[in-house]
T-cell receptor, first 115, second 109 residues
Framework: ETGVTQTPRHLVMGMTNKKSLKCEQHLGHNAMYWYKQSAKKPLELMFVYSLEERVENNSVPSRFSPECPNSSHLFLHLHTLQPEDSALYLC??????????????FGAGSRLTVL | GQNIDQPTEMTATEGAIVQINCTYQTSGFNGLFWYQQHAGEAPTFLSYNVLDGLEEKGRFSSFLSRSKGYSYLLLKELQMKDSASYLCAVMDSNYQLIWGAGTKLIIKP
């Protein structure tokens, strides 16, 4: 497989459930990102990892917990979510963080619905 | 605050030309990106501008004016497959990406 792969593509969960989103990149990139995409809103950066170290956490509620076990894998653990957390969660990777032409390669996203 | 403005939705005709504008107010500037996102798919990189002027890539061109805080994406010879959302993003002085809300482009036969 090539590029950035996200699973599951769709997820429905209750507010008391615990689930995880998975992201895998086969590009040899050093940085990985979680973004939240809501309808008609700009992409919201949630977390950034560089070489498996978290370098950014944009005031995200603790009910979202990231994990980066190695430079190819990124997880987003979800628990006690709220209906307003329903959105498309996009994973992305890039060669490095920062720098000018820092092109992101995105996965197709995980569509999350919280009931 | 930092802000990116782009139209919410545009409609154009197959075979025609369309220009999608993006204006920005950011803390510093380290380049402007355009991404294309088809419904239900990953955003994909289209272009990067850091200097003023026009960059052409086949049917797509991107223009930047840093003094005006303005960019546009020009799509020529429109095809039905160009129906998608187009995302504008600016990298600020801290190398943080500031995103617009995207422009949904509808192509009609």
């Amino acid at each position: 497989e090539t590029g950035v792969t996200q699973t599951p593509r769709h997820l429905v969960m209750g507010m008391t459930n615990k689930k995880s989103l998975k992201c895998e990149q086969h590009l040899g990139h050093n940085a990985m990102y979680w973004y939240k995409q809501s309808a008609k809103k700009p992409l919201e950066l949630m977390f950034v990892y560089s070489l498996e170290e978290r370098v950014e956490n944009n005031s995200v509620p603790s009910r979202f917990s990231p994990e980066c076990p190695n430079s190819s894998h990124l997880f987003l653990h979800l628990h006690t979510l709220q209906p307003e957390d329903s959105a498309l969660y996009l994973c992305a990777s890039s060669q490095e963080t920062g720098g000018g032409a820092n092109v992101l390669t995105f996965g197709a996203g995980s569509r999350l619905t919280v009931l | 605050g930092q802000n990116i403005d782009q139209p919410t939705e545009m409609t154009a005709t197959e075979g025609a030309i369309v220009q999608i504008n993006c204006t920005y107010q950011t803390s510093g500037f380290n380049g402007l990106f355009w991404y294309q996102q088809h419904a239900g798919e990953a955003p994909t990189f289209l272009s990067y501008n850091v200097l003023d002027g026009l960059e052409e890539k086949g049917r797509f061109s991107s223009f930047l004016s840093r003094s005006k805080g303005y960019s546009y994406l020009l799509l020529k010879e429109l095809q039905m497959k160009d129906s998608a959302s187009y995302l504008c993003a600016v990298m600020d002085s801290n190398y943080q990406l500031i995103w617009g809300a995207g422009t949904k482009l509808i192509i009609k036969p």
